[in-house]
């Protein structure tokens, strides 16, 4: 079944490993110019963070290339690393809330819903997998796609957008 087997998804892993290790550095260069701002700015450490869903997605996608694990060892994998890439995503969150981070309370809701909808998938896609049932790694082209445009419009506010 190509819902519960790696062999088949090569390709969205290997379009997933190489779109996002070529976007990392975005953030990277975006942080590294802008990093006083970015300090004082008002939740903007935190979009930072949401940036960095980048490497989440390389490391779902390298973890999808290793050649010859069972669905159950991917699923764990995914699973775990997707846990840690949501506490660190709802940290973040949970923070700008009681901040109240951003121009208003709508655009901050907005942007929180996006970001856990891109994480939300790939979580989707650990336990399918574990499972056996619900999709399987059909949940990882939405979450991929999401994290990509969340990550890439983080990346966005901290280049030019700050500088506004």
Same mark, same amino acid.
């Given at each position: @079944? ?6 088949e ?12 290790a ?5 953030p ?5 110019i ?11 450490p ?5 940036a960095m869903?980048?490497?989440a997605v390389?490391?779902?996608? @390298? ?9 159950? @060892? ?16 709802a ?5 700008a ?8 309370p ?24 574990l499972?056996r ?5 059909y ?5 991929i ?8 419009l ?11």
């Amino acid at each position: @079944m190509p819902a519960y087997s790696a062999v088949e998804w090569e390709g969205l892993f290997l379009a997933g490993a190489g779109a996002s290790a070529a976007l990392t550095g975005l953030p990277f260069v975006a942080i590294s110019i802008n990093l006083d701002r970015i300090l004082q700015g008002t939740g903007l450490p935190g979009r930072a963070g949401e940036a960095m869903l980048l490497v989440a997605v390389l490391v779902v996608s @390298m973890l999808g290339l290793v050649p010859g694990q069972s669905p159950t @060892m991917l699923g764990a994998e995914l699973l775990g690393t997707e846990l840690v890439v949501w506490f660190i995503l709802a940290t973040i969150h949970v923070r700008a809330v009681q901040g109240r981070v951003g121009p208003d309370p709508a655009a901050l809701a907005v942007r929180i819903v996006t970001a856990q909808m891109a994480v939300l998938p790939l979580l989707a896609a650990g336990v399918s997998l574990l499972v056996r049932a619900g999709g399987g790694l059909y949940w990882l082209a939405p979450g991929i796609l999401l994290c990509l445009v969340v990550a890439v419009l983080g990346a966005w506010v901290l280049l030019i957008e700050i500088l506004r």
